[in-house]
């Protein structure tokens, strides 16, 4: 499209397209979106508490601009460019918030005990 704006014929030709396709196209570009980001969604482990965590402060930051629009009136102005779009504030609270709890603060998983691996150990055959 940016080389369509630079050329004047093919610059005339797009501005010739009218609105209701282009908002058509574009209904069909976000709605594709967000069923990637739905797919996306159903691939993560829910019953680990942290995922459920950061998907669900991600999504309400999100939804800040969105339902409250004057909500970061009093804030910065350089805060306020980012915290502004709800896309954006709630993308980099998900990957804080990812990197946070699953990067560095990562479990490690509890060793088993010596009673649940000899209750659990393989039999070995005999060899004659």
Do not use: C
Request: avoid cysteine; proline fraction near 6%; charged fraction near 15%.
């Amino acid at each position: 499209m940016i080389v369509f704006g630079l050329l004047q014929k093919m610059g005339a030709i797009v501005a010739a397209i009218p609105r209701p396709v282009l908002g058509g196209a574009a209904l069909v570009l976000f709605a594709t979106v967000g069923v990637i980001g739905i797919q996306t969604l159903s691939r993560v482990d829910f019953h680990d508490e942290r995922n459920v965590i950061i998907v669900a402060v991600s999504v309400g930051l999100a939804l800040i601009p969105v339902a409250f629009p004057d909500f970061y009136q009093h804030f910065p102005e350089s805060f306020q460019i980012i915290a502004g779009s709800g896309i954006t504030i709630g993308s980099f609270s998900a990957i804080v918030l990812n990197l946070a709890f699953n990067i560095l603060g990562r479990r490690e998983p509890e060793p088993a005990s010596t009673a649940d691996a000899a209750t659990h150990a393989p039999e070995q055959e005999e060899v004659l």
